[in-house]
Nanobody
């Protein structure tokens, strides 16, 4: 059983920064992927960032150069550093962990970018 708990969301003005955390528990292996999706108020869902075995990362075009995903395997925790936030980044951010094709999800953390 894998459980994921996100934290770090909140209200931030445009141009601000937030750091999201995703703490994983259960059978967690560093070779498996972790990442972040987001879903906005129009229910549009987007893969924001993923981190693969060996630390290889990929990002949505909309966040490249502003967001950084990282992972601490000793803590079974993934992070999403978000800088230069824009109003269009407002969404519910979900963490996932993928194990042989099965995705496990957290409940999400809300990020709102507004002045």
């Amino acid at each position: 059983q894998v459980q994921l708990v996100e934290s770090g969301g909140g209200l931030v003005p445009p141009g601000g920064s937030l750091r999201l955390s995703c703490a994983a528990s259960g059978s967690i292996f560093s070779i498996n992927d972790m990442g972040w999706y987001r879903q906005d108020s129009a229910n549009t869902r987007e893969l924001v960032a993923a981190i693969h075995s060996g630390g290889i990362t990929n990002y949505a075009e909309s966040v490249k150069g502003r967001f950084t995903i990282s992972r601490d395997n000793a803590k079974n925790t993934a992070y999403l550093q978000m800088n230069s936030l824009k109003p269009e980044d407002t969404a519910l951010y979900y963490c996932y962990y993928e194990d042989y094709g099965a995705k496990y999800w957290g409940k999400g953390t809300q990020v709102t970018v507004s002045s």
